[in-house]
């Protein structure tokens, strides 16, 4: 039987504070209507001022462990987070992760905007099907709110806080991910960028260390690459459109999700949408998204999960995974039913 890597263990967290569109009515010059026909956002978890990305990931581990039992970390011998926030250049996030639960593994942070965490799947998976790591706990975990300069509404009104953390290890067929589409051009690094150690960007775009973005631009770029780099990935994975049982993409815009779900062909109903709750928050967005899929009962073994960032830099990555084939149990945990599943009263011209 052929083995592959795959999901057995997942959880997530989201900060406690509740950042409203009408609080932020108050701060700047901007509109719950605007906010929510422009994006699909209502609201946005923000962490505290004391709180850093690794206690998200900390959290966020906490909340595998919760629902899949410690054995879930039994064996981990590497973890990764993906972000674009790190406590600090180093050491690592994730040495202070795996320092906090013991870890006998090594440690290292992924860089790679917002698709930093199917970065990090991928860079799993590759480690456990060439037998480099028998587990990974791969995470992605953001501070984002630190660097949003709240005088910018263009961006202050979208990204959130927020962690998600998977188990990947060898899994028996058919279970596991596909081989993945990961792609970068930093030609348009102008049009999203965040943070500075000092120099500009290549055509001189001046850093000042907050988050700075064309949104237009990044528009435009995000609807042509979900549309490319999902139609790779389910042919990498040896699949059609139709075999997709639950899309589950960057929650950024609620706009460019239902166009990539369009341009698919898929219903709404195999669609995960939590950008309405949580707003951007980069790296872990998509396991987020999957932890909330899960609790509402939306994957079952066998379930073919296509997944797709965009981000910064500009970046981009793919893949799709055959859920289950883990022997942790089914890690959902029911949670009363959200009420905002999918705003509706989309707008804008962009
Ligand atoms: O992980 C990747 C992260 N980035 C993204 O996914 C961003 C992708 N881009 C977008 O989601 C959209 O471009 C935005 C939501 C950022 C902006 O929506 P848009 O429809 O492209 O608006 P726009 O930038 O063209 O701005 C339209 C108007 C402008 O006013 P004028 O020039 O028409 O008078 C803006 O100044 O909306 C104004 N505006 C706002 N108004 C109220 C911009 N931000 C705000 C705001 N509140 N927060």
Known sequence: MTTRAGITALGAYAPSTVLENADLEKRMDTSDAWIRTRTGIRRRHVAAEDEFTSDLAFR????????????????????????????????????LVQHRFGLKAGAFDLLAACPGWLYALSVAKAYVESGQSK???????????????????????????????????????????????????????????????????????????KVRMNGREVFKFAVRVMDTATIEAIDAAGLTPDDIGLFVPHQANFRIID?????????????????????????????????????????????????????????????????????????????????SAAPLELGGTT
């Open 60 to 95: 966020a581990v906490e909340d595998l462990v919760d629902r899949f039992g410690p054995e879930a970390l039994d064996g981990v011998d590497m973890v990764i987070v993906a972000t674009n926030t790190p406590d600090a250049l180093f050491p690592a996030t994730a040495a």
């Open 135 to 209: 587990k990974v706990l791969a995470i992605g975990a953001e501070a984002l709110t630190k660097l949003i300069d709240w005088e910018d509404r263009s961006t202050a009104v979208l990204f959130g806080d927020g962690g998600g953390a998977a188990v990947i290890e060898p899994v028996d067929a058919p279970y596991g991910l596909a081989p993945m589409v990961l792609g970068a051009d930093g030609g348009g690094a102008q049009h999203l960028h965040a943070g500075a150690i000092g120099r500009c960007l290549p055509d001189g775009t001046k850093l000042d260390g």
């Open 259 to 339: 166009a990539a779900r369009e341009r698919l062909g898929l219903h709404p109903d195999r669609v995960v949408v939590t950008v309405d709750e949580y707003g951007n928050n980069s790296t872990a967005s998509i396991p987020l998204a999957l932890t909330h899929a899960l609790d509402e009962g939306r994957i079952a073994d066998g379930d073919r999960l296509l997944m797709v960032a965009f981000g910064g830099g500009l970046s981009w990555a793919a893949g799709v995974v055959v859920w289950g084939g883990g022997r942790y149990g089914d890690g959902r945990r029911p949670t009363a039913a959200r009420t």
